[in-house]
C-alpha cells in the first residue's frame, strides 16, 4: 500500500496536481473566494461535515473569471485546507464528450479525490447540447462549462458515446452533486438538454410583469428586478415550494416525506428539459412542470439540485436583502421556525454524512 500512494504522488506531482495522499480531497469546481469562504462558513458552523477534508478548486487555464481573489482567500487562511489546481488543454464543443487534451488530468483528479461539486452561475453554451442559441439566453464565460462538462462525462459517461466507460464504474461510491448551474451541467454532460427560458419556453410570457403576477410556486426567480425603477436592485432569489418523490435520495436522505412540500430559494431562468442517461428525477415544481432534482440509476451519490441550498442569508439572521423597491427579505427569518429550515440544515447534513462514509471505505 505504502508503495502505490508513492507511485501515485509522483504520478500526480509530475502531471502538476497536488499529491495530497494525507487526507481525502473534495474537488470544487468554480473556486471563487465566495465559494471558497461559503463552504469553510458552512463547515465552521457545523452545517455541513468537511472535518478530515482538503478542498481542491478546478478550474480551466482559459475561464473568463479571474480567480486572484480566491488565491488571497486561501493565502489569508492558511489553516482551511484549500489549494487551487488548473487544468490545461484544449476543449470545445466537439470535443467534450471524448479523450480530449484534459483526459490524464481528469484521471488523475478523480483518483486522488473522493468527489466532486458543482456551484450555481450563468448560462451552459447551447452548442453543447446541440441546439441553437435563445435570444434570452446569456453566455459569458464558455470554457468554465466546457471543463465542468466534460469532466462530468468522464466521471459519469453519457448517450453522447455509450461505448465510454465512466470513471466511475472503478468507484461507484464517488459523489458528484451539483446545484443550480451544477444540476444543469449534470443533465448535459450525460446527453440531456435544457429549457433556454422558463417564462417564454413553459409559461408563454415575455412580459415581466406577468410572471410576478403568477402564483408564487410558478415562479423560479424574482423577476422584479426586471421592473427596477431606480431603487436598490431587488435580489433575483424566490421561495417556492417542491414536491419530493416518495422513495427517493431527497426525501430518504434529509428525512422528509414525500407528503411535506419545503419551500426552497430559486434564481434561475433555464430549466432540464431531456433528461441525461441514467438520470431521474427525485423533486418537481408544484405544478411539475420544472425538474428541481435528480439522481442517479446507477451510481447512489450523484445528485443536484435545481434550488440554492448554499446562499449565506439561509443561515445568517443578519442578511437582508431588497426584495421589491419597498421590502426587504432575510433569507432565514421567512422559513426559520418551518419544516423548510430543518430540510436545508437535513440537505447538508446529508451531503457531509456521504462525505464521512466515503472517507471510512
Known sequence: ?????????????????????????????????????????????????????????????????????????????????????????????????????????????????????????????????????????????????????????????????????????????????????????????????????????????????EILSFPADQMHRNYADMVNTGCDTPTSYHFHHIILEKGAFLSKGTGFSHRKEPLVLSSHHQALEKLGADLVVTATSMDGKIIESIGHNRYPHVFGVQFHPEKPGLFDPTIEHPQSCNSTINFQQAIKHTDSYTFHLAYWNFLGEILQEIRGD
Open 1 to 209: 500500500m505504502k508503495s502505490s500512494r508513492v507511485i501515485l504522488f509522483l504520478i500526480l506531482w509530475l502531471n502538476g496536481v497536488p499529491a495530497l495522499t494525507a487526507q481525502d480531497t473534495i474537488l470544487l469546481f468554480h473556486p471563487t473566494a465566495y465559494n471558497l469562504e461559503l463552504f469553510q462558513l458552512l463547515a465552521d458552523e457545523g452545517i455541513f461535515d468537511l472535518n478530515g477534508y482538503h478542498v481542491l478548486g478546478v478550474y480551466h487555464e482559459k475561464e473568463s473569471y479571474d480567480y486572484s481573489q480566491a488565491e488571497v482567500y486561501i493565502a489569508h487562511h492558511p489553516a482551511s485546507r484549500m489549494s487551487l489546481q488548473v487544468i490545461k488543454g484544449a476543449l470545445d464543443p466537439g470535443n467534450l464528450f471524448r479523450e480530449n487534451g484534459c483526459s490524464g488530468q481528469f484521471k488523475n483528479l478523480f483518483n486522488a479525490s473522493r468527489g466532486a461539486l458543482f456551484m450555481g452561475g450563468p448560462d451552459i453554451p447551447p452548442a453543447v447540447y446541440h441546439e441553437p442559441v435563445h435570444l434570452l439566453t446569456s453566455v459569458t464565460d464558455p470554457y468554465r462549462h466546457y471543463c465542468e462538462a466534460s469532466y462530468i462525462f468522464h466521471l459519469l459517461g453519457g448517450s453522447q458515446d455509450p461505448s465510454w466507460l465512466p470513471f466511475m464504474e472503478t468507484r461507484q461510491q464517488y459523489l458528484v452533486s451539483g446545484i443550480c448551474l451544477g444540476m444543469q451541467t449534470l443533465n448535459v454532460a450525460t446527453g440531456g438538454t435544457l429549457v433556454q427560458d422558463i417564462p417564454t419556453e413553459i409559461y408563454g410570457t415575455w412580459i415581466a410583469d
